[in-house]
């Protein structure tokens, strides 16, 4: 649930975003604390701070795009997954392309 | 006032701008923008002179990118440029088309989307998916993809759009209701007997003859065509070209009787120009008879093909002629065709070629 003020802030997690997806955000920033206990509230975060993030990183069924990858405690994770105050999460482009 | 024509390219890696002159003469590239996205179509709206480039990235998706300057910045968006939680998400953006006073896109898998802010955000068009045929919308070599699209230019109720392969398409309330527009083109890959279907067949592209809103000529996977009652019927007009098959079709930019088809050899046969002599096939009579122009093209090992969103015409006198090969290659004509130069090559995969034309 994107956070709207109405419920206390989830602690911050930390997240390291993928170089070619700061070129689509000017002003972006690397490695950025945003609050969230999931990582679709992660998404709901990163989208709020620089619009359209969340669709450079998720498709419409909703689930992380297919050749995004999020690691969570060295683990790759869906949207589902719990999130807990200090996480650690790599944002990393996957290999594909031709 | 002096001119200058931008050659907007859409290719596998980014789109790229060729600047030239009035004459046509001397050309200068810029690019690749859009980060080196793969895209499918690159437009200008001549009203405003912005440049769109639809597209869709491997590991980013979709999206619709937009530059008021030329070229020169670039922002990106895909807002409301989604299907319904569960369905199958869009993968890319193939085709777009200002008109009505907003952009239309089509996408993969088939769709219409409209913007009425400039492509800073998208609404669904539903009515199109939901035709009652779309369970036998099969989808050809590049998916199932909406390429092909036009917008009436005095009718905002009006769209025309070409899916493979679905067939063709028109709306006349808005984009609510949508009627198959099939009649009189074939589908050679069908079984016998079910050569002529309703719906189902792989149009490759669709134009709309200048200042003549119910002629569209149609170059199909199985033969070219035109109509002359807004698609409700079609006739052949392959008699004299030298294969039924190809991808890209450019109309006069004044001349509702000419236009400009790029045949390829067979659709079984390497998809390269017949003979491997490349040649654009004139039409000045509405398809009644072809003329061959070679002048300045390459004669001899050619093994090229052209996609069908990769020719195009300026509107420029005499007009000019573009077409951009899937080998990277751009060839030219500033006199309609009579003849040509490459002026740009080694470039990525070229999947669209159109024009714009400003103040110098």
Known sequence: MPNDGSAPASPPVSVTLPRALLNLFPGAERRVEVPASTVGEMMDALDARWPGMRDRLCDSRPAIRRHINVFVDGERATLRTPLTPGTEVFVITAITGG | MAKRVLILLGTK???????GDAERRSFALRGPFCETWPLNHVIADP???????????????????????????????SEGLAYQEGEEPINTVWSLAPGHGGLYAGVQPAGLFRSDDGGGSWRHVAGLRDHPTRPHWQPGGAGLILHSLIPHPDDERQVWVGISS??????????????????GTRADFMPEG????????????????????????????CGMYRSDDGGRGWKSIEAGLPSSFGFPAAAHPRDPETLYLLPLNGDIAGRYVPDARAAVWRTRDGGES????????????????????????????????????????????ADEGESWRCIAQHLPLIT??????VEA
């Open chain 2, 352 to 357: 669209s070629v159109e024009t714009l034309v």
């Open chain 2, 290 to 333: 072809w003329h061959a122009l070679r002048e300045g093209l390459p004669q001899e090992n050619v093994f090229f093909g052209v996609l069908r969103q990769a020719m195009a015409t300026d509107p420029l006198e005499p007009a000019g002629i573009y077409f951009g090969t899937n080998s990277g290659s751009l060839y030219a004509s």
């Open chain 2, 166 to 183: 679905a067939g063709v398409f028109h709306t006349e309330d808005g984009g609510a209701t949508w009627e198959p527009r099939n009649r």
């Open chain 2, 13 to 19: 890696k980014g789109a790229f701008i060729l600047d």
């Open chain 2, 194 to 221: 079910q050569n002529y279907p309703e719906v189902g067949q792989c149009v490759h592209c669709l134009v709309m003859a200048q200042g003549m809103p119910d002629r569209l000529y149609q170059q199909n996977h």
């Open chain 2, 47 to 77: 009203a405003t002179g912005t440049i769109y480039a639809a597209g869709g990235d491997a590991w980013f998706g979709a999206a619709v990118w937009k530059s008021e300057d030329l070229g020169a910045s670039w922002t990106h968006s």
